[in-house]
């Protein structure tokens, strides 16, 4: 089992920036992928930015240029760091994580179903 814990969300204006972290706990030392997804009121959850064990990364399209994904190995901690945010990345943040995953376009998928979630953490971005 793998306990994953989300911090650093909050509001913020627009145009400003964010640094999430997740903190991994339990049994870690085969998880191979990482994973933010976000999901905001009334629509359906989706995969902003991934990570591989490779440090191969894939980002939404609405997201690209802004965000940010990263792990620290030795700290067993995932970030996302967001930047020049925007009302519509107002959603509910959950980090993810498996020991299996699949590609897409040469790279994780953004379309991967984790096995391991956090409760997530919410960001507000005001106009």
């Known amino acids: 089992q793998v306990q994953l814990m989300e911090s650093g969300g909050g509001s913020v204006q627009t145009g400003g920036s964010l640094r999430l972290s997740c903190a991994a706990s339990?049994?870690?030392?085969?998880?191979?992928?990482w994973a933010w997804f976000r999901q905001a009121p009334g629509k359906e959850r989706e995969g902003v930015a991934v990570i591989d064990a490779r440090g191969r990364t894939n980002y939404a399209d609405s997201v690209k240029g802004r965000f940010t994904i990263s792990k620290d190995n030795a700290n067993n901690t995932l970030y996302l760091q967001m930047n020049s945010l925007k009302p519509e990345d107002t959603a509910m943040y959950y980090c993810?994580?498996?020991?299996?995953?699949?590609?897409?376009?040469?790279?994780?998928?953004?379309?991967?179903?984790?096995?391991?979630w956090g409760q997530g953490i919410l960001v507000t971005v005001g106009s």
């Open positions: 339990g049994e870690t030392s085969s998880t191979a992928f």
């Open positions: 993810a994580s498996d020991s299996k995953y699949f590609d897409d376009l040469g790279g994780p998928s953004l379309y991967n179903h984790p096995a391991y």
